[in-house]
T-cell receptor, first 111, second 117 residues
Framework: QKEVEQNSGPLSVPEGAIASLNCTYSDRGSQSFFWYRQYSGKSPELIMSIYSNGDKEDGRFTAQLNKASQYVSLLIRDSQPSDSATYLCAVKVQAGTALIFGKGTTLSVSS | GAVVSQHPSRVICKSGTSVKIECRSLDFQATTMFWYRQFPKQSLMLMATSNEGSKATYEQGVEKDKFLINHASLTLSTLTVTSAHPEDSSFYIC?????????????FGPGTRLTVL
């Protein structure tokens, strides 16, 4: 059974701090990795995708992938209250197949 | 960016009736669309994978005769909840896969909130 594990949180950080979100996956053959943000009552919004080992930066977001450890993380620098949401880690084993989602980590940024 | 629309955004119906939800990819062609369901405070649950011109593939435990999926074109997939019951009340979200690189990204529609009375 392919699984994606996340700490459900809540993760609480003060405004301006770095938020670190972590995710592990079970299928070593997984090819693509994604982070989605979901606000309450809304659908998920893609914020980062990463396909190879290492870091990928986009604005205040950095995704990190370590395939040997089957580990994906998301760093949010200079966290803002508007970043408060549930962050979903998703993994795709191969193109054309559905994403496998973790249960999400709830992030709360206090001002 | 890739845009996926859903209609309606919210629907309330009586028990026993059928409800159709449309999912459209507005600015790209999607050979594959996915339908998810999400209950309050839970993660997304994949219901089925819809491929243009062929039958949908349903996940284990999802009744194909109750949740009818039609993917008639590269930009439109529909989900019909037949004989809806209160336990079908949920947030239904579709997503579409992009043909062009990066091939693996999925973009979500805004979701349809179904309430069955």
């Amino acid at each position: 059974q392919k699984e994606v594990e996340q700490n459900s949180g809540p993760l609480s950080v003060p405004e301006g701090a770095i938020a670190s979100l972590n995710c592990t996956y079970s299928d070593r053959g997984s090819q693509s990795f994604f982070w989605y943000r979901q606000y309450s009552g809304k659908s998920p919004e893609l914020i980062m995708s990463i396909y190879s080992n290492g870091d990928k930066e986009d604005g205040r977001f950095t995704a990190q992938l370590n395939k040997a450890s089957q580990y994906v993380s998301l760093l949010i620098r200079d966290s803002q209250p508007s970043d408060s949401a549930t962050y979903l880690c998703a993994v795709k084993v191969q193109a054309g197949t559905a994403l496998i989602f973790g249960k999400g980590t709830t992030l709360s940024v206090s001002s | 960016g890739a845009v996926v629309s859903q209609h309606p955004s919210r629907v309330i119906c009586k028990s026993g009736t059928s409800v159709k939800i449309e999912c459209r990819s507005l600015d790209f062609q999607a050979t594959t669309m996915f339908w998810y369901r999400q209950f309050p405070k839970q993660s997304l649950m994949l219901m089925a994978t819809s491929n243009e011109g062929s039958k949908a593939t349903y996940e284990q435990g999802v009744e194909k005769d109750k949740f009818l999926i039609n993917h008639a074109s590269l930009t439109l997939s529909t989900l019909t909840v037949t004989s809806a019951h209160p336990e079908d009340s949920s947030f239904y979200i579709c997503s579409a896969g992009h043909l062009a690189p990066p091939y693996n990204e999925q973009f979500f529609g805004p979701g349809t909130r179904l309430t069955v009375l």
